[in-house]
């Protein structure tokens, strides 16, 4: 017995749907890169309403991190097996439900707690939604465009951050700085609630123990760099242990696995161990600049957050001409320019702090940093999206985010432990022109 189709069934999105698609998946991960500089300008304010230690203040904006860091490979792989758009629009109730809750939080530990479950429902919004760009736009030079579009709506969240943050603290206190996510949340599901950002379900299993050991991993891990980078020698010592017997137990996993949480297509996919370097050495050098310029300013939340424009603003508005260009010559020349751009800019600062330099003297290098990450990082999203194999998008879209949150980590940690920053930043410049130069060297 044969079983008709509707063709409307079958019939690609019309330009308008994958339009508004391509809108809710960049609102949602604009909401997450939001919630992640956001709270930092609420610190004094959170500090004054609910007291508790130093630890604890840490913990309220690390808890977000580690979290969402730990779950990155899970999430990717949950989004291939089930489905990216059901893991997307998933994640964003539970981000929206546990903002209006952190509203609410009557103690420090219940911010703690409802902050972690914050970076596990954004964890399942980041490589979902690449599966559904490159779902929705699966010709080359649209996906490139779309990406561009992706990182321009989404890359506004650096520049909306620290403004935002001092302006809602202003108005509302550190509560309101969680109360933006609520109608955030609620126009993006909105938006994604279309049959546009459909994606079948696969059918490779998922490992569960494999991808618990992964996430301990990677979490710990993230654990032992934050404490040296407060200093905490013998708290970092005790969980890098951790971490090492947990990736050991991994790998022992991954080694007897017929689901690998790092399916060997993805790690051996042309010009992917590059562009994992790439994306791990832009979020270091991005991470250590918004982590240093605040310190040596010392200035107030909402002019911190305008010195930084000169960065941010950059991130808003290039994305759509990197996209134009990746669609022209492809992502990897533009891949490499952004990062011997940021190269540039990082040493201009590295410069800047070891010489004590004035603030106009920065502006140079803060325009370079911004103008190289917002070319690099949308190449490395199409790269990354182009070369995963079939059925392997959300596993890779996991795997890159997943370093860049480790290079962020490493970038505020490795600034925390040297004594002068700018060397700090100078590393970061090497780094990533050694990054530039394998993205060259491999097509």
Known sequence: MSTLVSPLASAPPSPAARTRALLGVSLGYFMVLLDTTVLSVAEPDLARSLGGSLAGLQWAMTGYTVVFGALLLSAGALADRYGAHRVLRAGVAVFGLASLLCVFAPGLGVLVALRALLGAAAAATVPASMVIIGRLYPEPARRA????????????????????????????????????????????????????????????????PAQLAAGVALALGTDAIIALGSGAAGHAAGSAAAALAAGAGFALLERRSASPVLPSAVLRARGMPPALLAGAAVNFSLAATLFVLPLILG???????????????????????????????GPRAPVAAGLALLAAG??????????????????????????????????????????????????????????????????????????????????????????????????
């Open 145 to 208: 465009r779309a990406v561009a579009t992706w990182a321009a709506l989404s890359g506004t969240a650096m520049a909306a951050g620290p403004v935002a943050g001092g302006l809602l603290v202003e108005l509302a206190g550190w509560r309101g700085v969680f109360l933006i996510n609520v109608p955030l949340a609620a126009v993006t599901l909105a938006l994604v609630a279309g049959r546009a950002a459909h994606c079948p379900p696969g059918e490779r299993a998922i490992d569960w």
């Open 346 to 443: 990082v040493a201009v600062l590295g410069a800047a702090a070891l010489a004590g330099w004035p603030y106009a003297l920065w502006v140079p290098g803060l325009l370079a940093t911004g103008f190289g990450v917002s070319s690099a990082l949308p190449a490395l999203v199409t790269m990354v999206v182009a070369r995963s194999p079939e059925g392997g998008g959300g596993a890779a879209g996991g795997l890159l985010n997943a370093v860049r949150q480790v290079g962020a980590t490493l970038g505020v940690a490795i600034v925390g432990a040297f004594p002068a920053h700018g060397h700090a930043l100078l590393l970061a410049a090497a780094l990533c022109a050694a990054a530039g130069a394998a993205v060259l060297a491999r097509r």
């Open 299 to 329: 200035r107030d939340p909402l002019e911190t957050g305008l010195a930084f424009l000169p960065l941010t603003l950059p991130i808003v508005v290039n994305p759509l001409l990197t996209g134009r260009i990746v669609a022209r010559v």
